[in-house]
Protein backbone atom coordinates (compact mmCIF):
# COMPACT_ATOMS: atom_id res chain seq x y z
CA UNK A 1 0.00 0.00 0.00
CA UNK A 2 1.46 3.65 -0.95
CA UNK A 3 1.70 6.38 1.55
CA UNK A 4 -0.81 7.78 -0.39
CA UNK A 5 -3.61 5.21 -0.53
CA UNK A 6 -2.84 4.86 3.18
CA UNK A 7 -3.50 8.29 3.78
CA UNK A 8 -6.17 7.96 1.46
CA UNK A 9 -7.77 5.35 3.81
CA UNK A 10 -7.26 6.67 6.93
CA UNK A 11 -8.72 10.17 6.27
CA UNK A 12 -11.88 8.10 5.19
CA UNK A 13 -12.43 6.07 7.21
CA UNK A 14 -11.10 6.69 10.65
CA UNK A 15 -13.57 8.59 12.52
CA UNK A 16 -15.87 5.81 10.86
CA UNK A 17 -13.54 2.85 12.46
CA UNK A 18 -13.88 5.10 15.89
CA UNK A 19 -17.13 5.69 16.38
CA UNK A 20 -18.08 1.78 15.48
CA UNK A 21 -15.12 0.69 18.34
CA UNK A 22 -17.14 3.56 20.85
CA UNK A 23 -20.36 2.03 20.04
CA UNK A 24 -19.10 -0.96 21.15
CA UNK A 25 -17.39 0.13 24.18
CA UNK A 26 -18.90 3.42 25.57
CA UNK A 27 -15.15 4.93 26.33
CA UNK A 28 -13.80 7.51 23.90
CA UNK A 29 -10.33 6.83 25.02
CA UNK A 30 -10.38 2.87 23.69
CA UNK A 31 -12.24 4.02 20.70
CA UNK A 32 -9.64 6.20 19.41
CA UNK A 33 -6.61 4.20 20.87
CA UNK A 34 -8.44 1.52 19.47
CA UNK A 35 -8.95 2.95 15.85
CA UNK A 36 -5.61 4.43 15.66
CA UNK A 37 -3.68 0.75 16.63
CA UNK A 38 -6.14 -0.59 13.89
CA UNK A 39 -4.78 2.09 11.09
CA UNK A 40 -1.12 1.22 12.30
CA UNK A 41 -1.41 -2.84 12.02
CA UNK A 42 -2.44 -2.21 8.22
CA UNK A 43 0.43 0.21 7.96
CA UNK A 44 2.63 -2.13 9.68
CA UNK A 45 1.54 -5.17 7.84
CA UNK A 46 1.29 -3.07 4.64
CA UNK A 47 -1.86 -4.84 3.88
CA UNK A 48 -3.14 -4.25 0.56
CA UNK A 49 -6.91 -3.67 0.97
CA UNK A 50 -9.23 -4.01 -2.13
CA UNK A 51 -12.00 -1.22 -2.92
CA UNK A 52 -14.69 -2.76 -0.98
CA UNK A 53 -13.22 -4.89 0.72
CA UNK A 54 -10.83 -2.24 3.04
CA UNK A 55 -13.48 -1.42 5.02
CA UNK A 56 -14.54 -4.96 6.28
CA UNK A 57 -10.84 -5.23 6.75
CA UNK A 58 -10.67 -2.53 9.21
CA UNK A 59 -13.86 -3.35 11.19
CA UNK A 60 -12.29 -6.74 11.18
CA UNK A 61 -8.82 -5.75 12.70
CA UNK A 62 -11.04 -2.99 15.16
CA UNK A 63 -13.06 -5.64 16.20
CA UNK A 64 -10.28 -7.81 17.34
CA UNK A 65 -8.73 -5.77 18.84
CA UNK A 66 -11.26 -4.53 20.71
CA UNK A 67 -11.91 -7.92 22.11
CA UNK A 68 -8.24 -8.41 22.82
CA UNK A 69 -8.13 -5.02 24.83
CA UNK A 70 -11.04 -6.69 27.04
CA UNK A 71 -9.54 -10.05 27.50
CA UNK A 72 -6.44 -8.17 29.05
CA UNK A 73 -8.33 -5.73 31.15
CA UNK A 74 -10.36 -9.17 32.29
CA UNK A 75 -7.18 -10.38 33.72
CA UNK A 76 -5.92 -7.90 34.96
CA UNK A 77 -8.93 -6.78 37.28
CA UNK A 78 -9.04 -10.27 38.20
CA UNK A 79 -5.53 -10.12 39.27
CA UNK A 80 -6.55 -6.96 41.06
CA UNK A 81 -9.27 -8.84 42.89
CA UNK A 82 -7.55 -12.06 43.91
CA UNK A 83 -4.61 -9.02 45.39
CA UNK A 84 -7.37 -7.01 47.07
CA UNK A 85 -8.81 -10.44 48.56
CA UNK A 86 -5.12 -11.21 49.76
CA UNK A 87 -3.96 -8.25 51.04
CA UNK A 88 -7.96 -8.21 52.78
CA UNK A 89 -7.38 -11.96 54.28
CA UNK A 90 -3.82 -11.22 55.43
CA UNK A 91 -5.19 -8.20 57.37
CA UNK A 92 -7.75 -10.19 58.96
CA UNK A 93 -5.29 -12.60 59.70
CA UNK A 94 -3.05 -9.75 61.43
CA UNK A 95 -5.72 -8.38 62.79
CA UNK A 96 -7.33 -11.73 64.46
CA UNK A 97 -3.46 -12.76 65.34
CA UNK A 98 -3.14 -9.31 67.33
CA UNK A 99 -6.37 -9.77 69.09
CA UNK A 100 -5.69 -13.33 70.24
CA UNK A 101 -2.22 -12.19 71.47
CA UNK A 102 -4.20 -9.21 73.38
CA UNK A 103 -6.53 -11.50 74.56
CA UNK A 104 -4.12 -14.17 75.63
CA UNK A 105 -1.85 -11.54 77.94
CA UNK A 106 -5.05 -10.80 79.54
CA UNK A 107 -5.71 -14.23 80.21
CA UNK A 108 -2.43 -14.86 81.46
CA UNK A 109 -2.58 -11.42 84.32
CA UNK A 110 -6.21 -13.15 85.34
CA UNK A 111 -4.95 -16.42 86.27
CA UNK A 112 -3.64 -17.09 90.01
CA UNK A 113 -0.60 -16.68 90.65
CA UNK A 114 -0.37 -20.42 91.37
CA UNK A 115 -1.25 -21.36 88.06
CA UNK A 116 0.21 -18.79 86.19
CA UNK A 117 3.92 -19.81 87.79
CA UNK A 118 3.62 -23.41 86.72
CA UNK A 119 1.95 -22.50 83.01
CA UNK A 120 4.88 -20.46 82.66
CA UNK A 121 7.76 -22.77 83.74
CA UNK A 122 5.99 -25.42 81.66
CA UNK A 123 5.21 -23.47 78.53
CA UNK A 124 7.58 -21.28 78.20
CA UNK A 125 10.67 -22.72 80.04
CA UNK A 126 10.01 -25.82 79.17
CA UNK A 127 10.39 -27.54 82.09
CA UNK A 128 8.80 -30.83 82.95
CA UNK A 129 5.95 -31.10 85.77
CA UNK A 130 8.65 -33.11 87.97
CA UNK A 131 11.25 -30.25 87.15
CA UNK A 132 8.67 -27.82 88.36
CA UNK A 133 7.99 -29.81 91.67
CA UNK A 134 11.12 -30.21 92.56
CA UNK A 135 11.85 -26.26 92.34
CA UNK A 136 8.47 -25.29 94.10
CA UNK A 137 8.70 -28.27 96.70
CA UNK A 138 5.27 -29.05 95.71
CA UNK A 139 3.89 -32.34 94.45
CA UNK A 140 3.44 -33.42 90.68
CA UNK A 141 -0.16 -33.89 91.55
CA UNK A 142 -0.18 -30.33 92.74
CA UNK A 143 2.02 -29.01 89.61
CA UNK A 144 -0.88 -31.15 87.39
CA UNK A 145 -3.82 -29.62 88.74
CA UNK A 146 -2.31 -26.07 88.71
CA UNK A 147 -1.71 -26.91 84.88
CA UNK A 148 -5.30 -27.90 84.38
CA UNK A 149 -6.83 -24.99 85.78
CA UNK A 150 -4.54 -22.57 83.73
CA UNK A 151 -5.54 -24.65 80.45
CA UNK A 152 -9.61 -24.95 81.28
CA UNK A 153 -9.18 -21.20 82.75
CA UNK A 154 -7.32 -20.43 79.33
CA UNK A 155 -9.37 -22.02 76.74
CA UNK A 156 -12.75 -20.54 78.34
CA UNK A 157 -11.16 -17.10 78.03
CA UNK A 158 -9.88 -17.16 74.60
CA UNK A 159 -12.65 -18.77 72.95
CA UNK A 160 -11.01 -22.17 72.39
CA UNK A 161 -12.56 -25.57 72.13
Request: glycine letters at 4%; proline letters at 0%; a positive charge.
Amino acid sequence: MTEEGFKHLFETHFEEIRRYIFFRSGDTTISSDIAQETFMKVWEKQLDAKAGKDVALLYRIAGNLLISHFRKEKVSKKAQIEMRLEFKNEDHQELYYKELKEKYRKALQELTEKQRTVFMMSRMEQFTYNEISERLDISVKAVEKRMNGALKFLRQELDLK
